[in-house]
């Protein structure tokens, strides 16, 4: 099983600047299947990123993601009020089961 | 548009029984994979559970191996989970995702959960 580890747990940053979250996998990540998701309070995750880097559909350019074999990064160029949340990785190219970060909270400074 | 509507959620004691529903609409239901996730109170994701669209695949997590079964009704455009021996650890919001239709695993649309409680 492929686990995720994820940094930082929290990110305090303000609107306007830029945000660079980080995903770590404990062996290769086969194909670059990596995705990223985005959860806000009460709500279920939203697809962000697939296969690395391709955006899913509706998601603004902001939004950009990076890295293959263990090391993937999502980054969000300038942060837009409605960006705070907490953000899962996920692996998905060696499964089952198919696995997640632990989350980063990404919170208003 | 896409709809997941998962139902059947409540308070359980440890060792009962619980059957979710996840009712799915605005897709060919039957073309596609679906999955369990759950999200214990505050913590991160687990994936549960998947089937394929003909319920020839079916995986499991190790945690819930034995005592959940996942089965869906193509003809109802419904998809369940069937939670027996329930434990306080199995404390969750429970979530059915859709499987994109060409990328194995990879979870395009959720519902909003329904929570399920296990406690004396």
């Known amino acids: 099983e492929i686990v995720l580890t994820q940094s930082p747990g929290t990110l305090s940053l303000s609107p306007g600047e830029r945000a660079t979250l980080s995903c770590r996998a404990s062996?290769?990540?086969?194909?670059?299947?990596l995705a990223w998701y985005q959860q806000k309070p009460g709500q279920a995750p939203r697809l962000l990123i697939y296969g690395a880097s391709s955006r899913a559909t509706g998601i603004p350019d902001r939004f950009s993601g990076s890295g293959s074999g263990t090391d993937f990064t999502l980054t969000i160029s300038r942060l837009e009020p409605e960006d705070f949340a907490v953000y899962y990785c996920q692996q998905y190219g060696s499964s089952p089961p198919t696995t997640f970060g632990q989350g980063t909270k990404l919170e208003i400074k | 548009e896409v709809q997941l509507v998962e139902s059947g959620g409540g308070l359980v004691k440890p060792g009962g029984s619980l059957r979710l529903s996840c009712a799915a609409s605005?897709?060919?239901?039957?073309?596609?994979?679906m999955n369990w996730v759950r999200q214990a109170p505050g913590k991160g994701l687990e994936w549960v559970s998947s089937i394929s669209s003909s319920s020839s695949y079916i995986y499991y997590a190790d945690s819930v191996k034995g005592r959940f079964t996942i089965s869906r009704d193509n003809a109802k455009n419904s998809l369940y989970l069937q939670m027996n021996s329930l434990r306080a650890e199995d404390t969750a919001v429970y979530y059915c995702a859709r499987e994109h239709p060409f990328l194995e695993w990879l979870l395009d649309y959720w519902g909003q959960g329904t929570l399920v409680t296990v406690s004396s």
């Open positions: 062996q290769s990540v086969s194909s670059s299947y």
């Open positions: 605005g897709f060919t239901f039957s073309s596609y994979s």
